[in-house]
Structure formats: C-alpha cells, structure tokens
C-alpha cells in the first residue's frame, strides 16, 4: 500500500504501447475546421459601431427626459403639495413617512399614466378622475388640519389612508378599463365566428 504514485504512472507510461499515430493531431485540425469552420466573411463593424452610436442616443435621450421631468415637478399629475400650500407635510414629519408618502403619489402617477382613455371609456375614466379629485381635495384638507393642529396620529393615519384609497382607485380604473377591453374582443371575435 505504501507504493509511490509517480514511480507507478511512470512504469506505466514506459509499459504503454498506445501512442498516437503520426499527423493524428493534423488529421484531427481538419476535421475540425470542415465541422465548424470560421465565418468571417459579412462581418461588418461599421454595422457594429452604428448600432452601439443608437443604443447610446436613444439611452442619452431617455436620461434627458428622465432629468427634464424631475427638474419640472408640475408635470406629475398628482402633487404631494399644492403651490399655494406651504406647511408642515407627511414628509417633514418623518423621513419614513416621506418615503410612504412619494411610493404612494409615485404609483398613483404611473397607474394614471398607464390608464388607455378611449371614446368607450372616457364616461367610466371621468367618472373615476371625479372620485380622484374628491380624495384629493379631501388629503388638502387634511394637510390644512395638519398644518392647524400639529403632527397628530389621527390625521397622518387619515391621509395614509386617503393616499391608499386613491392608489387603489387608480389599480380599480386601470382593471375596469381591461375587463372593457377583453369582453370587446370577445363580442368583436364572437362576431367573427
């Protein structure tokens, strides 16, 4: 058992008959190259680099929109404060509350934004903008409150409260507006049949 492993694999290797045979590794090139052989030819890099020139422009573009819109706030269609208004808000109270306040005004946007208003929907979106501008007018009030009555328990819960409602409102319009869309195309493909 105490035997050297180098001394074994090297008797074994003088022992050994099979050696490879002259121009094996020749022969093996070839085949290789006939299976898979280089393709160079059409390779255009002025193609390449064009490509990459639009990739950067179109990136550099969506960055410049990116800054025009935060640079202008009141292209947002739901502010967290009025220009009129300026008092103590959500955000000031805590750095957590302003967190919980702009998820809130942020999803809002992006749900409104990604509502489809068509002629067969403009009665149920107007119907809902209604109830968004009532739960906004209602979360003004609530901020006057704050301001008036100091930080209060109650009042942040309300406009917690009111901000939720108005995502959920949104999420319920943009689901409305869906269900519409699907029973058309089944009305449109029933129709079809």
Do not use: C
């Amino acid at each position: 058992m105490g035997q050297d492993l180098r001394k074994m694999f090297e008797a074994e290797a003088e022992n050994s008959t099979s050696k490879l045979t002259s121009g094996h590794e020749n022969r093996f090139l070839d085949k290789l190259e006939e299976a898979l052989p280089e393709k160079r030819k059409g390779n255009y890099p002025f193609l390449w680099i064009a490509a990459a020139s639009v990739v950067v422009l179109v990136s550099l573009g969506i960055w410049y929109q990116s800054l025009k819109s935060v640079d202008n706030p009141q292209e947002t269609i739901v502010q967290i404060d009025s220009e009129e208004e300026k008092g103590l808000s959500l955000g000031d109270i805590s750095p957590d509350l302003k967190k919980i306040e702009n998820y809130y005004v942020s999803n809002i946007n992006y749900q409104l934004s990604q509502v489809e208003s068509t002629e067969e929907t403009k009665a149920l979106f107007d119907s809902y903008m209604d109830q968004l501008n009532e739960l906004t007018d209602e979360f003004q009030l609530l901020n006057k409150e704050l301001n008036e009555f100091g930080p209060n328990e109650l009042i942040v819960g309300a406009q917690i409260d009111n901000l939720q409602k108005r995502l959920q409102l949104m999420l319920d319009l943009n689901e409305k507006i869906k269900e519409l869309k699907e029973s058309k195309n089944e009305q449109f493909n029933n129709q079809s049949i």
